[in-house]
């Protein structure tokens, strides 16, 4: 596409009423994590939500959701599988193992067509798409081609993780994808022995950054132990009495952020029949 012309038609998926990405700068700041909590959370508030695991080449989604089944296709169309009241889809589930994928671009885009729009998904509130890190295929061939409500950019604390963040909050804004707010994930660990607070990778960052760049700060996410172990076994912390609110805030932002965006810039996805 040229400067001088028109972008294409972003086409909505059908029964989707919002698309969520959720980006980073850089690898390693836990954005699987809060792609499977926030999906979980939203379902939780009693929200239809989706999961989509477009990081093809490094698919956690089935570990950290306990299910690694494959799914069944009828017709033309595949089925997504369901947990914890989720509708999931990954390359994981077609591609499990240790086995790598080398591919390049044009592949890509395909694979993430074939999972916004082969994919039965059903009438969904939410449909959470859990980004590979950086600016790369992925992104440009979801941002390009579907009509993103808006994104979600997480980060550390830490200055190397908030550099790469500045960077994915300019890519959004550069491809006119509206930025739903920043989320700082491993903010603070309270220490399990002394019971203080501890900021480990310092703290406060990624408020101070969001209110920098102008854009909504979301939600300060603890370093847990528990938060590892929920995914590690499939077990996302956010179904853990008593310590789900921080993720539960993250999901409730994120709805009212999405409902704001939506009104700013008016109705793009409809509801099929």
Same mark, same amino acid.
């Given at each position: /596409?040229?400067?001088?012309?028109?972008?294409?038609?972003?086409?909505? +998926?059908?029964?989707?009423?919002?698309? *969520?990405?959720?980006?980073?700068?850089?690898?390693?700041?836990?954005?699987?994590?809060?792609?499977?909590?926030?999906?979980?959370?939203?379902?939780?508030?009693?929200?239809?939500?989706?999961?989509?695991? !477009?990081?093809?080449?490094?698919?956690?989604?089935?570990?950290? /959701?306990?299910?690694?089944?494959?799914?069944? !296709?009828?017709?033309?169309?595949?089925?997504?599988?369901?947990?914890?009241?989720?509708?999931?889809?990954? /390359?994981?589930?077609?591609? $499990?193992?240790?086995?790598?994928?080398?591919?390049?671009?044009? /592949?890509?885009?395909?694979?993430?067509?074939? @999972?916004?729009?082969?994919?039965?998904?059903?009438? &969904?509130?939410?449909? +959470? *798409?859990?980004?590979?890190?950086?600016?790369?295929?992925?992104? &440009?061939?979801?941002?390009?081609?579907?009509? *993103?409500?808006?994104?979600?950019?997480?980060?550390?604390?830490?200055?190397?993780?908030? #550099?790469?963040? %500045?960077? !994915?909050?300019?890519?959004?804004?550069?491809?006119?994808?509206?930025?739903?707010?920043?989320? #700082?994930?491993?903010?603070?660990?309270?220490?399990?022995?002394?019971?203080?607070?501890?900021?480990? @990778?310092?703290?406060?960052?990624?408020?101070?950054?969001?209110?920098?760049?102008?854009?909504?700060?979301?939600?300060?996410?603890?370093?847990? $132990?528990? +938060? %590892? +172990?929920?995914?590690?076994?499939?077990?996302? *912390?956010? &179904? %853990?009495?008593?310590?789900?609110? $921080?993720?539960?805030?993250?999901?409730?932002?994120?709805?009212?952020?999405?409902? #704001?965006?939506?009104?700013?810039?008016?109705?793009?996805?409809?509801?099929?029949?």
């Amino acid at each position: /596409m040229t400067p001088n012309q028109p972008p294409a038609p972003k086409l909505p +998926i059908s029964g989707v009423k919002n698309l *969520i990405a959720v980006g980073s700068g850089k690898g390693g700041v836990g954005k699987t994590t809060v792609s499977v909590n926030l999906a979980v959370g939203l379902a939780a508030l009693g929200y239809k939500a989706g999961l989509m695991d !477009a990081d093809v080449y490094g698919p956690n989604v089935p570990l950290m /959701m306990g299910i690694n089944r494959t799914p069944m !296709a009828f017709g033309e169309r595949i089925q997504p599988l369901d947990q914890y009241g989720v509708k999931l889809m990954s /390359m994981g589930f077609l591609n $499990p193992g240790d086995k790598p994928l080398v591919w390049r671009g044009p /592949m890509l885009h395909s694979v993430i067509q074939q @999972f916004l729009r082969g994919v039965d998904w059903g009438d &969904l509130d939410y449909l +959470i *798409i859990d980004l590979p890190p950086g600016t790369g295929d992925v992104q &440009l061939s979801l941002i390009q081609t579907a009509p *993103i409500t808006g994104a979600i950019v997480v980060t550390t604390p830490s200055d190397v993780s908030l #550099e790469d963040a %500045r960077k !994915a909050v300019f890519m959004f804004h550069q491809v006119r994808v509206p930025i739903l707010g920043m989320v #700082e994930n491993m903010s603070f660990l309270n220490c399990p022995h002394c019971h203080e607070r501890i900021d480990v @990778f310092s703290h406060g960052g990624g408020r101070r950054t969001a209110n920098e760049m102008g854009v909504h700060f979301l939600a300060e996410l603890p370093l847990d $132990p528990q +938060i %590892r +172990i929920g995914g590690d076994t499939g077990k996302p *912390i956010v &179904l %853990r009495k008593g310590e789900s609110e $921080p993720f539960l805030e993250l999901a409730r932002n994120t709805v009212a952020r999405s409902e #704001e965006v939506s009104k700013e810039k008016g109705p793009n996805i409809e509801i099929s029949d």
